[in-house]
């Protein structure tokens, strides 16, 4: 079949799949994203000129890009993983095409492109490391490729709104082009082999309610999404609010930059949750964690945009336990998951994402109606501590 490419045999032998491979990968599709993590909110704040509307158009975004990531387990069935990887980086190219125009329907597509290309990259990844990753090792390798994932988290937000202020939009939106190329190059030079469970070919269109339907029959699968939509709502109103809180406050665009690249710098500290989680378990860790965020994140939201540099020391706070989060949150789905069905409960867990971009902006666009910007962190506290209970209560001892 045409997509089993043969590769010739003059190439060199592919390194042989492994944590080195996937945090390879982790680190280049984080270049590929963070330089315009930073800048995407600040332009929609330039272009609307109101933290309501940004949040209303973060929601829409987020309804449409909910629906489109459903179609991801059929393009991997139909393609293969390599194939929809590929188009994961393709739609990445032309989302900062889009957002390089600088209109408002440029700004919509290059977003909804952006988070599509996102989950492309994310579903097929997180399969192959549930399939080339040892069961024991996930814990490692998610701490590993986070904490290497820190040299672009830590750098290329500063970097984008430099581009961006200091040249001009092109500036920041080709760096990150020349990003997501090299992602695909060095995607294809690895050459992952496809699983033989998962044949490329003509099949029926899989049904997204019932794949809805099957993961919420699991109880496993439920508490590991709702572990994962709370890590991600905060690292959504984190990538969101604190340039919008700045600049709000008269500190300006880069002082968002220096916060968001000084808190991604914290996810060194993947590490450290790795080998705490050895001690006391993965179930208190995680407990640990949350509750550390309910707590800083509600005294940011006290701080507010009158003492916007405390409101950003409790954030940085809050971006450490998220960062023990970002290492150990996944590993309650990677062990529930059934082999034959990880397709599609990988895009059903994945919603996770496209959900923490919808529902929270929406509630704080609502909340912001009547209440200053403060009120975004208040609202994210009470999620935090909420995930905190349900975690110590449902998450198995010997996880």
Known sequence: ???????????????????????????????????????????????????????????????????????????????????TYTIGAVALVLAYVALWTQTLGGQGTGMLLRVFGTSCLNITLSLYVMEFIPRHDFVRNDATRMAISMIGWATAPT???????????????????????ILAAVFWYFRLTENKAIVPGRIAPANPLRNIRRFAQQPRLRLAWTIAFGRSCFWVTFFVYVPITMVAAGQGKEAGA?????????????????????????????????????????????????????????LLVGAFAASGLDALGAVPFYRAVHVHERPEMTAVYRTYMDISELAPLFVYGVLLTWFGLGVVYIALSGLMALCCLIGLRYLPRRL
Do not use: K
Request: aromatic share 12%.
């Open 1 to 83: 079949m045409a997509l089993n490419v043969r590769h010739p045999v003059w190439l060199p032998a592919a390194p042989s799949p492994g944590v080195r491979t996937f945090s390879t990968l982790f680190l280049i599709e984080t270049m590929a994203r963070a330089s315009t993590a930073t800048v995407v909110p600040l332009q929609a704040y330039d272009l609307l000129a109101d933290e309501r509307a940004v949040s209303f158009l973060y929601t829409g975004v987020g309804l449409v890009a909910l629906a489109a990531s459903f179609l991801i387990p059929v393009l991997i069935r139909r393609f293969t993983r390599r194939w």
């Open 258 to 314: 220096y916060v968001i690249s000084a808190g991604n710098a914290l996810l060194v500290t993947a590490l450290l949750w790795h080998r705490i989680s050895g001690r006391i378990g993965v179930r208190l860790s995680i407990g640990a964690c949350f509750a550390i965020l309910a707590v800083s994140v509600f005294c940011a939201g006290l701080a507010g945009v009158d003492a916007p540099w405390w409101a950003a020391g409790f």
């Open 159 to 181: 970097v984008g709104v430099w581009l961006y202020t200091g040249i001009g939009p092109g500036a920041v939106y080709g760096w990150s082009i020349a990003w997501a190329t």
